[in-house]
C-alpha cells in the first residue's frame, strides 16, 4: 500500500475536524435561531393576546358607560357598532320585559341595549334623553353599598330619601357626567340575597320632572 505523506494527513484530519467544527456550529447556529425564534413568536403572540383582552376590557366598559351618553350620539352609532355594543332602537312602542314578570312601556324610536354583565339587565335611552337602567344580581352587604357599587365612577350627591327600609328604598340623587349635572330616581329592593335596582336619570329635566316620569312608568309596569 502507497504511503500517504504527512503532511496530507495532516491536511485530511484538518478538513474532517474543520467540517466537524462546521457542521457544529451550523447547529448551534441554527438552535439558538430557533430558540430565539421561538421566544419571539411567544413573545408576540403574548402580545397579541393581551393586546386582545385589553381591548375587550375597553370595549366593555364603553358599552356599560354608553348610555350615560346622549340620545343623539347613540343614534350616530353604526350598525356595526350598535351589534358590537347590544343596542337595538324599537319602531313602535312597546312593552320590554325588566324580569320574568314585569314589562315597562317604551316608545317608538328608544335605544335598548342588553349586554348581560355582571350586574346590568338593561339599559334604555329614550328620546327625551332620559335614561333607564335596570341592575339585577345575587350578592351580599347592604343595600345603599350595593347600589354605590353598581354606580361606580359617579359621585352621587344631593341624596333623599321617599322611602328608606333596610331591604326597600325608593331615593332621589344628582352626579356629574362630562361635565353635565344630573338627576336620578332609584328605586331598589333586596330579598334572598338579591338586588335590583331601577334606576331614571336625565341630564335635562328637572327632579319633579323626572321623578313624575319614572313613578307613572313604574305604575304602568305590565304584569
Known amino acids: 500500500m502507497e504511503n500517504k505523506p ?3 494527513s495532516l491536511l485530511s484530519i484538518g478538513i474532517i475536524l474543520f467540517a466537524v467544527i462546521r457542521i457544529a456550529l451550523t447547529c448551534s447556529r441554527s438552535s439558538e435561531s430557533s430558540y430565539t425564534e421561538s421566544t419571539e413568536y411567544q413573545r408576540l403572540t403574548n402580545s397579541l ?6 381591548k375587550q376590557r375597553k370595549e366593555k366598559t364603553a358599552s356599560n358607560h354608553l348610555f350615560y351618553e346622549s340620545y343623539d350620539s347613540i343614534r350616530k352609532l353604526t350598525p356595526e357598532e350598535r351589534k358590537r355594543f347590544g343596542v337595538t332602537e324599537t319602531e313602535k312602542d312597546s312593552l320590554v320585559p325588566l324580569d320574568l314578570s314585569a314589562k ?3 316608545e317608538k324610536n328608544s335605544f335598548i341595549q342588553k349586554n348581560y354583565d355582571d350586574t346590568l339587565s338593561i339599559a334604555v335611552k329614550f328620546p327625551d334623553d332620559t335614561s333607564l337602567f335596570m341592575h339585577s344580581y345575587g350578592g351580599s352587604g347592604a343595600l345603599m353599598d350595593n347600589f354605590k357599587s353598581v354606580k361606580k365612577g359617579r359621585e352621587l350627591e344631593n341624596i333623599s330619601f321617599t322611602v328608606n327600609k333596610p331591604d326597600s328604598k325608593f331615593l332621589s340623587y344628582r352626579y356629574t357626567v362630562n361635565g353635565k349635572k344630573c338627576n336620578g330616581i332609584a328605586m331598589m329592593g333586596k330579598e334572598n340575597n338579591r338586588f335590583t335596582f331601577i334606576e331614571f336619570e336625565s341630564g ?3 327632579k319633579e320632572a323626572l321623578e313624575l316620569k319614572a313613578v307613572t312608568a313604574l305604575a ?4
Open 6 to 8: 504527512a503532511w496530507r
Open 49 to 54: 393576546r393581551e393586546g386582545a383582552l385589553l
Open 104 to 106: 315597562i312601556k317604551v
Open 204 to 206: 335635562d329635566l328637572p
Open 220 to 223: 304602568g309596569m305590565a304584569k
